[in-house]
């Protein structure tokens, strides 16, 4: 029976992607690059030959993996060449389903992305850096827009403070997560798994809660919205956001742990840095603590030479 509903799920599928309008500037790329790996595509071409329905299969078999976070998946599967116009659409796109005005795009960052909020949205300002960003895995337009809904969700909550826990910074990057989760169901189903799969390589900051568990919200924000439609009390984005206080109080410990843990680690390294004796050599010339530090070793040699 399983296999039976199986076969008309397949088929439902290939007939609604194909009625689906594809954004023009988005191509598939091969799955092996011929250089590195022959064998896989011969056998890739050898299929395609002899299974006429080999290409609805491999987009059948990426549709069932998409939501699976896995180093395979992110690295080597499912990936689409991205050009500047297709991120500037993809981050209109994303204002456009938030109601908010598209911020001031910036395409060099220190980090994947950041956003810059303003109380006046009009001048939110959206950094990124499109070599991290592929680098890190973002390298499909899903991944992608999941990224600018949770830097543009920043914006959407720039004046809410949730206040169920002592830093409300990562009170905001879990609403953040949340929102990503709620939104990869109300369109159109958004493959999650590369981005919950890079969120897992993240380790816990003062900014930033562990991967792990925003991770987790992400998938919680999936299956909260389902409930919230089912009860009928769905009706705008932030709704999800009911859901929030039952993530945060039943992962309290291990939220707590963490934060414990990098306040530990924090304090630790301030203690370092007051321990380690500075280098005044490798400071400026013009610095005057240099100049001092040098007129004080000078004195010494010159003390040194008088007395022996
Ligand atoms: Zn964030």
Same mark, same amino acid.
């Given at each position: 029976?399983?296999?039976?509903?199986?076969?008309?799920?397949?088929?439902?599928?290939?007939?609604?992607?194909?009625? &689906?309008?594809?954004?023009?500037?988005?191509?598939?790329?091969? @799955?092996?690059?011929?250089s590195?790996? #022959?064998?896989?595509?011969?056998?890739?071409?050898?299929?395609?030959?002899?299974?006429?329905?080999?290409?609805?299969?491999? &987009?059948?078999?990426?549709y069932?993996? &998409?939501?699976?976070?896995?180093?395979?998946?992110?690295?080597?599967?499912?990936?689409?060449?991205?050009?500047?116009?297709?991120?500037?659409a993809?981050?209109?796109?994303v204002?456009?389903?938030?109601?908010?005005?598209?911020?001031?795009?910036?395409?060099?960052?220190? !980090?994947?992305?950041?956003?810059?909020?303003?109380?006046?949205?009009?001048?939110?300002e @959206?950094?990124?850096?499109?070599? =991290?960003?592929?680098?890190?895995?973002?390298?499909?337009?899903?991944?992608?827009?999941?990224?600018?809904?949770?830097?543009l969700?920043h914006? =959407?909550?720039?004046? #809410?403070?949730?206040?169920?826990?002592?830093?409300?910074?990562?009170?905001?990057?879990?609403?953040?997560?949340?929102?990503?989760?709620?939104?990869? !169901?109300?369109d159109?189903?958004v493959?999650?798994?590369?981005?919950?799969y890079?969120?897992?390589? =993240?380790?816990?900051?003062?900014?930033? #809660?562990?991967? /792990?568990?925003?991770?987790?919200?992400? /998938?919680?924000? &999936?299956?909260?919205?389902?409930?919230?439609?089912?009860?009928d009390?769905?009706?705008?984005?932030?709704?999800?956001? !009911?859901?929030?206080?039952?993530?945060?109080?039943?992962?309290?410990?291990?939220?707590?742990?963490?934060?414990?843990?990098?306040?530990?680690?924090?304090m630790?390294?301030?203690?370092?840095?007051?321990?380690?004796?500075?280098?005044?050599?490798?400071? #400026?010339? !013009?610095?005057?603590?240099?100049?001092?530090y040098?007129?004080?070793?000078k004195?010494?040699?010159?003390d040194?030479e008088?007395?022996?």
């Open positions: 029976m399983c296999i039976f509903l199986q076969h008309i799920e397949f088929h439902q599928f290939i007939k609604d992607e194909d009625a &689906r309008d594809r954004t023009a500037n988005v191509e598939p790329l091969c @799955l092996y690059k011929k590195n790996c #022959p064998l896989f595509v011969n056998m890739e071409e050898m299929y395609i030959k002899s299974v006429p329905q080999y290409n609805d299969m491999q &987009r059948w078999f990426a069932l993996r &998409r939501h699976n976070a896995n180093i395979f998946n992110v690295f080597f599967q499912d990936k689409e060449s991205i050009r500047k116009d297709g991120i500037v993809t981050v209109e796109d204002a456009r389903f938030f109601g908010l005005p598209v911020p001031v795009l910036h395409d060099k960052c220190e !980090t994947i992305a950041e956003v810059m909020t303003n109380a006046n949205a009009a001048e939110c @959206l950094y990124y850096n499109w070599l =991290l960003m592929e680098k890190a895995g973002i390298n499909n337009t899903d991944t992608l827009r999941l990224s600018f809904v949770h830097e969700s914006q =959407l909550l720039y004046q #809410p403070r949730f206040l169920l826990f002592e830093n409300e910074l990562w009170i905001q990057e879990l609403a953040a997560d949340m929102i990503v989760g709620a939104f990869s !169901t109300i159109r189903d493959a999650t798994g590369k981005y919950k890079i969120l897992k390589q =993240l380790s816990a900051s003062m900014t930033h #809660p562990d991967g /792990e568990l925003r991770a987790l919200v992400v /998938e919680f924000g &999936r299956d909260y919205i389902t409930h919230l439609k089912e009860q009390n769905f009706n705008d984005i932030k709704d999800i956001l !009911t859901g929030l206080p039952a993530f945060v109080y039943s992962h309290y410990q291990e939220l707590q742990d963490s934060w414990d843990k990098v306040k530990l680690n924090e630790e390294e301030d203690a370092d840095m007051e321990c380690k004796p500075m280098d005044y050599e490798s400071l #400026p010339d !013009t610095n005057l603590l240099k100049q001092y040098l007129k004080h070793v004195n010494k040699e010159d040194n008088h007395h022996g």
